[in-house]
C-alpha cells in the first residue's frame, strides 16, 4: 500500500451531492521529467529493435503537393499536427477528447473535466463528455504544444496569444494538471457553483456533480481560486467510488506530476507481444488505469493496482498507482493465404475449379486509393492460391497484370503523369496520400486500411520476385512508414492511428464529433498490420517484420475485448452480440454505411483472410454461432454473406462442413469485392483441417 502523502497546503475533496470535502496542496513543477525509479527491464520479451527509416528521403522520392482537405490545425510551432488520435479533436477543432477515464474539453476562458457515466440501450452504450468542474485560467484560446500516440499537451494563451500554462492529459492517465507560465488565478467550479473554503480551512462543497467525487491538489486555494507563480502546480482528478486511502494518496500526488509525455516499448516472443507505456512525469510518480484488454488473458504480474474502479464505455477500469504500465497479447504473425496442406483432393478440385471462375472474373482495377487497393488484394490473393494449387499457368496473366498495376502505384513520380493511381506527399499535412483519395482519405480518414491492401498485395506478389521489390520499395515504404512509423520525425508521426494505451487504431483523421474519435472494420486494420508484416517479410525489414507483430498481436486482441466478443455484461439493456463501431465516448451497433445486421458483423470480418481467424481466438463457439445467426438471419445471399459463413466456420468442425457446401452454392451478391469463393473456401478448407 502507498504510504499517505504529507501534503504541503491543503488537499481539497469535492464529494458532490453528498457533501464533502476539498483540500489543496502546493507543489512547484519542474520542467524535466523524471524516469521512473528503481525500475527494471518490463517483464515478457525483451524489447524489440526499432525499424530505422529515413523518412525524409521517403517523403522527398515522390511529388509534394497540398491535396489533403484539413482545418487549421491549432500547434505550436515545430509541433506535428497529429491525425487520427483519441485527441485529435483538440488539434483540428473543439470537440471534446475521451482520456480515458476522464473526458475534457475545452471551454470558455479555461476547459472542463467530466467522468463518463455510461448508459446503455438496446443498440448503444453511451458515456458522453459532460462536464463535472470547470477550469477558468482567463484564457481566450489554446494550442498544442506536444503530442504523441498516448499523450498531449495544451497551451492555454491570453487574449495576446501570451501563455498562461499548460494543461497536460493522457490516455490511461486519471488526472488532468495545468502549469502556470506565469502569475495566474485560476478558478474550479463545479456544476453547482463555485468551491467554498471553511475558515478553518478545508473546503466544503455543495451541489451534484454527477454523483462523483473530485479533488483537486493546489496551493493558496480560497472562494475557489489559486494564486499560482510559474512552475506551480494544480491537478485535478475523480475519486473512484468507496475510495481507500491508498487510492486517495496514489492520486494526489498524481495530480502534482504533470504528464510530460509517453514512451512506448514493445517485445514479441513466440507466446506474447508485449506493450509497455511509461508515463513521463514531471519529479515524481503517477497513476494509471488498466482498461479491458490489459486484463484479458495472461497478463504480468502487476504491483500497485486494485485500488479502486471507474466506468468507462469500454467497461471497467481499474486504478494501478505508478508510471509504468505492460500488458501482454498473444502472438500473431502475418500470415499470406489459407494453409492447404491435408486439404482432401475433392476439396482442391473444387477450389482449381473456382479459381478459373474468380480469375475470369476479376474487373479492371479502380482506381481510388481504397477499392483499387482492395481489388489488387482480392488479385494477389488468388494468384498466391493458385501457384500453391498446382494452378501457375491459370494465374500467371492475372499475376503479370497485378503486378504491373502495383507498379504503376509505386512509380515515385507517377503523380507528375497522372492524376490516379499514385502518391504524393503533404507537407502541411505531414502524410502520403494516394490519388485518387475515397472516403476521405485526403482528410487522412483510414490511412491503414487503405494502405494496408496495397502493401498486402505488395507482399504477397514480392515474396518470391525480388525485382518486383526493389521497384515497389521507395512508394510501399513510404506507406509504410506513414501508417506504422515506429518513431516521430518531422515529416511523419509515429504510429498514425495506432493507440497504444487503447491497443486499437483510429480511424478518423481530424475527429470531427462530439463522441470523439472512432473505428469500425477493426478486420482491416488488423490486415493492415498483417500486410505491413507481409512486406516487411518480402523486403528483408526483420525490425519492421516485428513491430507489425506486435500491432497486429494487440489489434487482433483488442478487436475481441471491444468488437466481436466484448464483455458487455456491465450493460445488459445493450441486445446484441458485436459492436461494431467503438467511440471514444460511445460503442454503437451501427455502420457508416448500412442499417443492416448482415453488414454490422460482416465490417468486423472483412476480408475474412488467415489475420482474421485471430477473431475467434479463445471466443466461445456459441458465441460466434450467435453473432451469425443475428447477422443472417433469412440466410447468407445477402452482402458480406461470404464473410459471415467464413466466421461460422471458426465455431467448429460441423460449423466449417456447413460452411463450405453453403459458401459452393452461395449468390455471387455474398461474395464481397475484397475477397473471391475461392479465397473464402480456402479459408474454410484450413479451419476445417
Not at 162 to 185: I, K, Q
Request: proline fraction near 7%.
Amino acid at each position: 500500500m502507498t504510504a499517505r502523502v504529507r501534503l504541503v497546503g491543503l488537499l481539497v475533496v469535492l464529494v458532490a451531492a453528498l457533501g464533502g470535502v476539498l483540500a489543496f496542496a502546493a507543489q512547484r513543477g519542474t520542467d524535466d521529467p523524471a524516469p521512473p525509479a528503481g525500475e527494471g527491464p518490463p517483464p515478457g520479451p525483451p524489447d524489440a529493435a526499432v525499424p530505422v527509416v529515413d523518412t525524409g528521403a521517403l517523403v522527398a522520392g515522390v511529388p509534394a503537393r497540398a491535396v489533403a482537405k484539413l482545418p487549421e490545425a491549432r500547434v505550436a510551432a515545430g509541433v506535428l499536427p497529429e491525425s487520427n488520435r483519441w485527441y485529435s479533436g483538440l488539434v483540428f477543432g473543439d470537440q471534446p477528447a475521451f482520456a480515458t477515464p476522464l473526458s475534457f474539453a475545452v471551454g470558455d476562458g479555461g476547459f472542463t473535466i467530466g467522468l463518463p457515466q455510461p448508459v446503455a440501450s438496446a443498440a448503444t452504450v453511451a458515456g458522453p463528455h459532460v462536464p463535472a468542474l470547470g477550469i477558468d485560467v482567463g484564457a481566450s484560446s489554446y494550442r498544442v504544444s506536444a503530442a504523441d500516440p498516448v499523450a498531449v499537451s495544451l497551451e492555454l494563451l491570453d487574449d495576446a496569444g501570451d501563455v498562461l500554462g499548460t494543461v497536460a492529459l493522457a490516455a490511461g492517465s486519471p488526472v488532468v494538471t495545468f502549469v502556470a507560465e506565469g502569475d495566474v488565478t485560476v478558478r474550479t467550479t463545479t456544476t453547482a457553483g463555485t468551491l467554498r473554503a471553511t475558515p478553518d480551512g478545508p473546503a466544503s462543497a455543495t451541489g451534484d456533480v454527477a454523483g462523483t467525487r473530485w479533488a483537486v491538489v493546489a496551493g493558496d486555494y480560497r472562494d475557489g481560486g489559486s494564486d499560482l507563480r510559474a512552475g506551480d502546480v494544480i491537478g485535478w482528478y475523480a475519486l473512484p467510488a468507496d475510495a481507500t486511502g491508498a487510492a486517495q494518496d496514489a492520486l494526489a500526488l498524481a495530480a502534482q506530476h504533470p504528464v510530460r509525455g509517453a514512451d512506448v516499448t514493445y517485445g514479441v516472443d513466440d507466446d506474447v507481444a508485449r506493450t509497455t507505456v511509461r508515463y513521463r512525469t514531471a519529479g515524481g510518480p503517477g497513476a494509471y488505469v488498466l482498461s479491458p484488454h490489459h486484463r484479458a488473458g495472461t497478463q504480468p504480474e502487476r504491483e500497485g493496482c486494485g485500488l479502486g474502479e471507474y466506468p468507462s464505455v469500454g467497461g471497467t477500469l481499474e486504478l494501478c498507482a505508478g508510471s509504468t504500465l505492460t500488458a501482454f497479447a498473444p502472438t500473431v504473425r502475418a500470415a499470406a493465404v489459407p494453409d492447404l496442406d491435408g486439404v482432401p483432393e475433392d476439396r482442391l478440385a473444387t477450389l482449381r475449379t473456382t479459381l478459373v471462375a474468380d480469375v475470369a472474373a476479376t474487373p479492371a482495377f479502380p482506381s481510388d486509393s481504397y477499392f483499387g487497393a482492395k481489388a489488387l488484394f482480392r488479385a494477389a490473393t488468388l494468384v498466391v492460391l493458385g501457384e500453391r494449387l498446382g494452378a501457375a499457368d491459370e494465374v500467371a496473366d492475372l499475376r503479370e497484370r497485378t503486378a504491373a498495376a502495383l507498379r504503376e502505384w509505386a512509380q515515385p513520380d507517377g503523380c507528375e503523369r497522372r492524376d490516379a493511381r499514385c502518391v504524393v506527399y503533404d507537407p502541411e499535412a505531414r502524410s502520403a496520400i494516394g490519388l485518387t483519395p475515397s472516403f476521405g482519405s485526403d482528410e487522412l480518414n483510414d490511412h491503414h486500411f487503405h494502405y494496408g491492401y496495397l502493401l498486402s498485395a505488395a507482399g504477397l506478389l514480392g515474396a518470391d520476385d525480388a525485382a518486383l521489390v526493389t521497384d515497389l520499395a521507395p512508394v510501399m515504404d513510404l506507406l509504410a512508414a506513414d501508417i506504422a512509423s515506429a518513431t516521430a520525425g518531422p515529416e511523419l508521426p509515429q504510429l498514425r492511428a495506432f493507440d497504444p494505451y487503447a491497443g486499437h487504431s483510429w480511424a478518423s483523421g481530424t475527429s470531427p464529433f462530439a463522441d470523439g474519435n472512432n473505428q469500425e472494420s477493426t478486420s482491416e486494420a488488423v490486415t493492415a498490420w498483417n500486410g505491413l508484416g507481409l512486406w516487411a517479410r518480402a523486403s528483408g525489414q526483420d525490425a519492421l517484420a516485428q513491430e507489425a507483430s506486435w500491432l497486429q498481436s494487440t489489434e487482433s486482441a483488442a478487436a475481441r475485448a471491444y468488437w466481436t466478443a466484448p464483455d458487455l455484461s456491465a450493460f445488459p439493456a445493450f441486445e446484441h452480440q458485436v459492436v461494431s463501431l467503438v467511440w471514444g465516448g460511445k460503442r454503437d451497433y451501427a455502420t457508416w454505411f448500412s442499417p443492416e445486421p448482415n453488414a454490422i458483423l460482416g465490417i468486423q470480418l472483412i476480408p475474412m483472410g488467415p489475420a482474421q481467424a485471430a477473431t475467434a481466438t479463445g471466443v466461445d463457439p456459441e458465441r460466434i454461432r450467435a453473432a451469425v445467426d443475428e447477422a443472417a438471419p433469412d440466410g447468407y445471399d445477402v452482402a458480406f454473406g461470404g464473410y459471415l459463413l467464413a466466421y461460422r466456420a471458426l465455431a467448429g468442425p460441423q460449423d466449417a462442413a456447413h460452411a463450405w457446401d453453403a459458401l459452393v452454392a452461395v449468390s455471387d451478391e455474398a461474395i464481397d469485392d475484397g475477397t473471391s469463393r475461392t479465397a473464402l473456401l480456402a479459408f474454410v478448407a484450413d479451419a476445417t483441417g
